[in-house]
C-alpha cells in the first residue's frame, strides 16, 4: 500500500531560527515528490518538486532533499519568518500519467513565534 | 496562466439539506480535474476526479457525486448532506508536474 508518513507531526520554532520537516514515503513506482505550503484556511501551495534524478532543490529559504533509495525527503527552512506558518504536505506521485495517483501526507504543522 | 476558481469560499448548511459547490479553471484546456477534502487536522482525502466531460471517477464511496458538464467546470454535490460531510473542499487540475489547488470551500453541516 503506497504510504506517505511526515514527521513531526507538529513544531514550534523561534523566529529566525532553521527547522527541517521530514518525508519517508513507500509509493511506487516513483514519478515524484512535492512539497506545499498550505496557510490556513487557503488551497495548498507548491513550494518544490524534484523527480527520479534530483536531490536537492530550493525555492528561496526553502530547500528540499530527496534520497530516492532511502525513500526520504526532508524539507529545510532557513532563517524562519512569522510567515512561514503553516500546514507543510508531502505529495509523492506514483507515475507521471495524467491518471497517475498522488498519495498526500498528513502535514506538519509549523509554528513560528516571535 | 491558470487559474483555478471555487465558490462560495463558506457554507454552512443543515443536515438533510442538499449541496452544490463549484469549481471552474481558466488558461487550460482539457484539464484533469480534482475534489479532494481535508478534515481538520488531517491530509487531504481524493473525493473525485474527471479526465474529461460527463467522466467522473470515485475514490471513496459516500453520499457526495460529482460531474463535469463543461471542460472547465467541475461541481461537487449532495442531496442530503450528514454531519461527517463538513470539512474543507478542495478543487485542483492537474499537469505531469502536480496538482494546482482553487482557495477551497469551508462547509459546515450543522
Known amino acids: 500500500k503506497n504510504q506517505v508518513e511526515q514527521s513531526p507531526q507538529s513544531l514550534i520554532i523561534l523566529e529566525g531560527k532553521n527547522c527541517t520537516l521530514q518525508c519517508n514515503y513507500t509509493v511506487s513506482p516513483f514519478s515524484n515528490l512535492r512539497w506545499y505550503k498550505q496557510d490556513t484556511g487557503r488551497g495548498p501551495v507548491s513550494l518544490t518538486i524534484m523527480t527520479f534524478s534530483e536531490n536537492t532543490k530550493s525555492n528561496g529559504r526553502y530547500t528540499a532533499t530527496l534520497d530516492a533509495d532511502t525513500k526520504q525527503s526532508s524539507l529545510h527552512i532557513t532563517a524562519s519568518q512569522l510567515s512561514d506558518s503553516a500546514s507543510y504536505i508531502c505529495?509523492?506521485?506514483?507515475?507521471?500519467?495524467?491518471?497517475?495517483?498522488?498519495?498526500f501526507g498528513d502535514g506538519t504543522t509549523l509554528t513560528v513565534k516571535p | 496562466s491558470q487559474t483555478i476558481h471555487q465558490w462560495p469560499a463558506t457554507l454552512v448548511q443543515p443536515v438533510g439539506s442538499p449541496l452544490s459547490l463549484e469549481c471552474t479553471v481558466e488558461g487550460t484546456s482539457n484539464p484533469n480535474l480534482y475534489w479532494y477534502r481535508q478534515a481538520a487536522g488531517r491530509g487531504l482525502q481524493l473525493l473525485f476526479y474527471?479526465?474529461?466531460?460527463?467522466?467522473i471517477s470515485s475514490e471513496v464511496p459516500q453520499n457526495l457525486s460529482a460531474s463535469r458538464p463543461q471542460d472547465r467546470q467541475f461541481i461537487l454535490s449532495s442531496k442530503k448532506l450528514l454531519l461527517s460531510d463538513s470539512g474543507f473542499y478542495l478543487c485542483a487540475w492537474r499537469n505531469r508536474g502536480g496538482e494546482f489547488f482553487g482557495p477551497g470551500t469551508r462547509l459546515t453541516v450543522l
Open positions: 505529495v509523492v506521485r506514483a507515475d507521471n500519467t495524467n491518471a497517475g495517483k498522488s498519495t
Open positions: 474527471s479526465v474529461g466531460i460527463g467522466q
